[in-house]
């Protein structure tokens, strides 16, 4: 069965940094197409960050330069390092594993940004 | 503002059927990839309800159902029940590596 569990969030101040991890079971990370996924309080969902199997990274706008998706194969775990974290950053974040019978999400951890 | 348009809300009455639309562009929907379906409750993580523009996971009861055509997507549910109260979300991709995942705004279904 697969599952995912992020972990990491918590109250931050506004400039700080943080690190997402989410623990993978199941199948293999490396070998999936893995997103970051965010919901600020009562909006929608917003795409992040990806990394494909081959190792190729992308950021929305609003992250780039600010935010380093990556993985460790040996924990089979997918990480979101964030840094200069502003009070817009406020929101649950999901990890999320793309696959041909489609999108598997875990159950979200809450950052805070704020002071 | 979202890539994908949905309509804010929608309603029905227990019994009814209810759909909502899911609008894209050439460069998502219309580029022919894949529409995913999500129903979320408060407070939890999305669901996948419908995968591959038509697909059912195991478990997700048959009076969900999903269609696509050109560059939009549409959910139906029919014989609707209390339980069915949730959030919406339709996803996709798209051509652009700034944001290659996309969604709609959300819908937030009432069961009247």
């Known amino acids: 069965e697969v599952q995912l569990v992020e972990s990491g969030g918590g109250l931050i101040q506004p400039g700080g940094s943080l690190r997402l991890s989410c623990a993978a079971s199941?199948?293999?990370?490396?070998?999936?197409?893995m997103s970051w996924v965010r919901q600020a309080p009562g909006k929608g969902l917003e795409w992040v960050s990806v990394i494909y199997s081959g190792g190729s990274t992308y950021y929305a706008d609003s992250v780039k330069g600010r935010f380093t998706i990556s993985r460790d194969n040996s924990k089979n775990t997918l990480y979101l390092q964030m840094n200069s974290l502003r009070a817009e950053d406020t929101a649950v974040y999901y990890c999320?594993?793309?696959?041909?019978?489609?999108?598997?999400w875990g159950q979200g951890t809450l950052v805070t940004v704020s002071s | 503002q979202s890539v994908l348009t949905q309509p804010p809300s929608v309603s029905g009455a227990p019994g009814q059927r209810v759909t909502i639309s899911c609008t894209g562009s050439s460069s998502n929907i219309g580029a022919g990839y894949d529409v995913h379906w999500y129903q979320q409750l408060p407070g939890t993580a999305p669901k996948l309800l419908i995968y591959?523009?038509?697909n059912r996971p195991s478990g997700v009861p048959d009076r969900f159902s999903g269609s696509k055509s050109g560059t939009s997507a549409s959910l139906a549910i029919t014989g609707l029940q209390a339980e069915d109260e949730a959030d919406y979300y339709c996803?996709?991709?798209?051509?652009?590596?700034?944001?290659?995942?996309?969604f709609g705004g959300g819908t937030k279904l009432t069961v009247l």
């Open positions: 996803q996709s991709y798209d051509s652009s590596l700034s944001a290659p995942w996309v």
């Open positions: 999320a594993r793309d696959s041909a019978r489609g999108v598997n």
């Open positions: 199941g199948f293999t990370v490396s070998s999936n197409y």
């Open positions: 591959g523009n038509s």
